[in-house]
C-alpha cells in the first residue's frame, strides 16, 4: 500500500507564494501518475494538476500559469509551487497516486490526509 503525506500549506496573503509537498512511502513511486486535488467547504473535490510517470502535466484552467506541478522519484516525491495566489485558492490540497494494474487493468487511487491553504488579507 502507497501512504501519501502532504506538507506546506498554511495562511498567505493574496499575490504570495506557498510551496506544497507530499512524501510517498514506496520506493515503487515512479510507476504512480501523481497528482494534485483541492476542496473547499461545501464544494466538490476538483483537479488542480497532474503528472504522469512520463513527466506530462496538465492544469486546471483557474490554475494554469500560476502552478507548477513536479516530481522527484529518486526521493519519492512530489511538489506543487503556487504563485500569484488568490483567495478563491483557498482549501484543502490533496496529494494522489495513482496507477492501472499491468495485467489486471485494475485502477489503484490513493490519497494523503490533506493540508490546507488559506490564503486572505
Known amino acids: 500500500q502507497v501512504q501519501l503525506v502532504e506538507s506546506g500549506g498554511g495562511l498567505v496573503q493574496p499575490g504570495g507564494s506557498l510551496r506544497l509537498s507530499c512524501a510517498a512511502s514506496?520506493?515503487?513511486?515512479?510507476?504512480?501518475?501523481m497528482g494534485w486535488y483541492r476542496q473547499a467547504p461545501g464544494k466538490q473535490r476538483d483537479l488542480v494538476a497532474t503528472?504522469?510517470?512520463?513527466?506530462?502535466?496538465n492544469y486546471a484552467d483557474s490554475v494554469k500559469d500560476r502552478f507548477t506541478i513536479s516530481r522527484d522519484n529518486a526521493n519519492n516525491m512530489v511538489y506543487l509551487q503556487m504563485n500569484s495566489l488568490k483567495p478563491e485558492d483557498t482549501a484543502v490540497y490533496y496529494c494522489?497516486?495513482?496507477?492501472?494494474?499491468?495485467?489486471?487493468?485494475?485502477?489503484?487511487?490513493?490519497w494523503g490526509q490533506g493540508t490546507q491553504v488559506t490564503v486572505s488579507s
Open positions: 514506496r520506493s515503487i513511486f515512479s510507476i504512480y501518475d
Open positions: 494522489n497516486a495513482q496507477l492501472t494494474g499491468r495485467r489486471s487493468g485494475r485502477e489503484y487511487t490513493y
Open positions: 503528472i504522469t510517470t512520463g513527466r506530462s502535466t
